[in-house]
């Protein structure tokens, strides 16, 4: 499955690397000072502790306790290393989440671009899917009801993680090498450089709220001597830092800062926390692979404000005529009750955008 927290770090910071007040993406930052094996370490460790972006990044991280302290025996603990880290990628995160639009950008550079040239193919739609996404069974389908409402030959290519990564610049290759539409993407706001561009969304979905108490029915109705566990670096993640933030010291709950929705989860589980809050369809996913989850529930995010976000597919901004006549696509197919059937038949977590 798609490390969903480092790939929203690195959109967001796409902006980064091309505005202000940061000047260089965060992949380059964080490689640059401090190696790539570090790099590493901060999409990996589900126990790390981290700060939250902007000037307040470490003075949090000395209020909100980390994950459960290490057993005697355990071995030596790491954690300054990965809370500098950390702290260093939500703030870039948060810094660049909240500052203004992507300004202009060039495409990557790719060697020998010329060898590619455009591809031919005018009676086929070639759309990529990443076999880590946990909508992938969805997409399967959403990818073959747009070629087909184009009267076009369906092409699927299925990627994962050794044949793209989380890299934007990496998409270019991509695109230019076997891709028109790439499925999957969350619609971020300003998130993406501008030789990119997204359709319209063929769904809208949300993080969700769960917990294995039977009582609480709702954020409000958790004490707050227990912790919250939030998948760092994800948009929802960035707004439960900031909701944290302005809520007097006092009536805070703790969060707990986790490596992937999966890990959230286990930990759940293990009572080390007491809600998750994670991505609907990683939760979806992760239910039907393994029966140790059924027994959780979701439960109102009140007081959280809501974490919907839409999704849908990106291409190459110069494609403008494909992406025109793929909005009409997905609009009809939304029109029609296609996007919808498409989800019931999956009992998937998701509506389709209207």
Same mark, same amino acid.
């Given at each position: 499955?798609?490390? %969903?927290? =480092?790939?929203?770090?690195?959109?967001?910071?796409?902006?980064?690397?091309?505005?202000?007040?940061? !000047?260089?993406?965060?992949?380059?930052?964080?490689?640059?000072?401090?190696?790539?094996?570090?790099?590493?370490?901060?999409?990996?460790?589900?126990?790390?502790?981290?700060?939250?972006?902007?000037?307040?990044?470490? #003075?949090?991280?000395?209020?909100?306790?980390?994950? *459960?302290?290490?057993?005697?025996?355990?071995?030596?603990?790491?954690?300054?290393?990965?809370?500098?880290?950390?702290?260093?990628?939500?703030?870039?995160?948060?810094?660049?989440?909240? #500052?203004?639009?992507?300004?202009?950008?060039?495409?990557?550079?790719?060697?020998? %671009?010329?060898?590619?040239?455009?591809?031919?193919?005018? #009676?086929?739609?070639?759309?990529?899917?990443?076999?880590?996404?946990?909508?992938?069974?969805?997409?399967?389908?959403?990818? $073959?009801?747009?070629?087909?409402?184009?009267?076009?030959?369906?092409?699927?290519?299925?990627?994962?993680?050794?044949?793209?990564? %989380?890299?934007?610049?990496?998409?270019?290759?991509?695109?230019? %090498? #076997?891709?028109?539409?790439?499925?999957?993407?969350?619609?971020? *706001?300003?998130?993406?450089? !501008?030789?990119?561009?997204?359709?319209?969304?063929?769904?809208?979905?949300?993080? =969700?709220?769960?917990?294995?108490?039977? $009582?609480?029915?709702?954020?409000?109705?958790?004490?707050?001597?227990?912790? &919250?566990?939030?998948?760092?670096?994800?948009?929802?993640?960035?707004?439960?830092?900031?909701?944290?933030?302005?809520?007097?010291?006092?009536?805070?709950?703790?969060?707990? *800062?986790?490596?992937?929705?999966?890990?959230?989860?286990?930990?759940?589980?293990?009572?080390? &926390?007491?809600?998750?809050?994670?991505?609907?369809?990683?939760?979806?996913?992760?239910?039907?692979?393994?029966?140790?989850?059924?027994?959780?529930?979701?439960?109102?995010?009140?007081?959280?404000?809501?974490?919907?976000?839409?999704?849908?597919?990106?291409?190459?901004?110069?494609?403008?005529?494909?992406?025109?006549?793929?909005?009409?696509?997905?609009?009809?197919?939304?029109?029609?009750?296609?996007?919808?059937?498409?989800?019931?038949?999956?009992?998937? *977590?998701?509506?389709?955008?209207?």
């Amino acid at each position: 499955m798609r490390p %969903e927290s =480092v790939f929203e770090i690195r959109l967001l910071a796409a902006r980064a690397a091309i505005s202000p007040p940061t !000047q260089i993406g965060f992949g380059r930052f964080v490689r640059g000072v401090f190696g790539t094996t570090a790099f590493d370490a901060v999409a990996s460790s589900p126990s790390s502790p981290s700060g939250e972006g902007g000037t307040w990044a470490l #003075s949090l991280w000395q209020r909100t306790p980390p994950c *459960p302290s290490r057993r005697r025996g355990d071995k030596k603990d790491v954690r300054p290393v990965h809370q500098l880290l950390q702290a260093a990628a939500i703030a870039i995160a948060a810094n660049t989440f909240c #500052s203004g639009p992507v300004l202009a950008q060039d495409t990557p550079y790719v060697p020998d %671009e010329w060898k590619y040239g455009r591809r031919q193919a005018g #009676s086929t739609l070639q759309y990529c899917l990443d076999t880590r996404d946990p909508d992938l069974p969805i997409a399967r389908k959403i990818g $073959q009801a747009i070629a087909q409402a184009l009267l076009l030959e369906p092409k699927p290519r299925e990627l994962g993680q050794d044949s793209v990564g %989380e890299d934007l610049d990496n998409l270019y290759r991509v695109f230019l %090498e #076997s891709c028109d539409v790439y499925l999957g993407f969350k619609l971020i *706001p300003d998130a993406y450089p !501008q030789w990119l561009a997204v359709t319209r969304p063929y769904y809208r979905t949300s993080y =969700v709220l769960l917990t294995a108490n039977t $009582q609480w029915n709702s954020l409000a109705d958790m004490p707050r001597t227990q912790a &919250i566990g939030a998948t760092i670096g994800t948009s929802a993640d960035i707004r439960l830092v900031q909701y944290l933030q302005a809520l007097p010291t006092d009536d805070r709950w703790s969060r707990f *800062p986790m490596g992937s929705d999966e890990l959230a989860l286990r930990a759940l589980l293990r009572n080390s &926390i007491g809600v998750a809050l994670v991505w609907g369809p990683s939760f979806w996913a992760l239910r039907k692979s393994d029966s140790a989850f059924a027994k959780l529930r979701i439960i109102s995010s009140k007081p959280l404000p809501d974490s919907a976000v839409d999704v849908g597919a990106m291409l190459l901004t110069r494609e403008s005529f494909l992406r025109s006549n793929v909005d009409q696509a997905i609009a009809s197919l939304t029109t029609d009750g296609t996007i919808q059937s498409i989800l019931d038949s999956e009992k998937f *977590p998701a509506a389709p955008v209207k």
